[in-house]
């Protein structure tokens, strides 16, 4: 493996960004790079190696079939429920289509159970961040999004998920309009650490 440069991965991380759908120009992004993502998501640290990342990936008609599926499950369930919002309907129905490539973010419990499900869940999250971190390092455009159908259970089967496992959202990836700013912003970590020496 080459060397690699402290200063570079610090780089990395800190200019990492969400970039949003409204940032995309449109043009596809290559499934190569999509599958570069995936592999690099497939090395997240697995406490016991259960490995609880899975990903369903929609590109072209895909995205029409999720966006369909989306906007009709909240339709079907909001309405039940008495809150349906137009807005909402026509958000789900459409904005999938603004994005080159969809990755379903799922966690599949461990069947024995052998870890707590928040380690499988920082499992994933773990698994996510390589994928951002490549698409960052590649100048390709992504978010994680936990809006929508994530988090309804009449949900999880589309994604072949189980009652036991979690929809966790979605990664909208698609090429980055350069034009628009990049700026990131955190409260400064010493507010959020304590050191006992
Ligand atoms: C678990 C998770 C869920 C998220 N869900 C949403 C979301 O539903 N909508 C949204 O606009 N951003 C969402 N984000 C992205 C955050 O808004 C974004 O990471 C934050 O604004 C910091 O920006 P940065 O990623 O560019 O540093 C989510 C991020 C994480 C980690």
Known sequence: MPE???????????????????????APVDDEMIKEMLENANWAPTHRFTEPWRFVVFSGDGLKKLAEFQSNLYKEVSSKAGDFDEVKFQKLATKPLMSSH?????????????????EEVSSVAMAVQNMYLTA???????????GGVTYYEEAKPF???????????????????????????????????????
Do not use: H
């Not at 960052?136 to 936990?146: D, E, F, L, P, R």
């Open 4 to 26: 690699l440069s402290p200063e570079l991965v610090s780089q990395l991380l800190r200019e990492r960004r969400s970039i949003y759908p409204a940032q995309f120009t449109g």
């Open 102 to 118: 969809i990755i379903a973010i799922g966690m599949a419990r461990d069947p024995k159970e052998s870890v707590p499900e928040v």
């Open 136 to 146: 960052t390092a590649n100048s390709v455009g992504c978010y994680w999004g936990s």
């Open 159 to 197: 994604f072949g998920l189980g009652a036991q496992d979690k929809l966790l959202g979605f990664l909208y990836v698609g090429t980055i309009n350069k034009d628009k700013p990049l700026t990131g912003r955190r409260k400064p970590v010493e507010d959020k650490v304590r050191w006992v020496r």
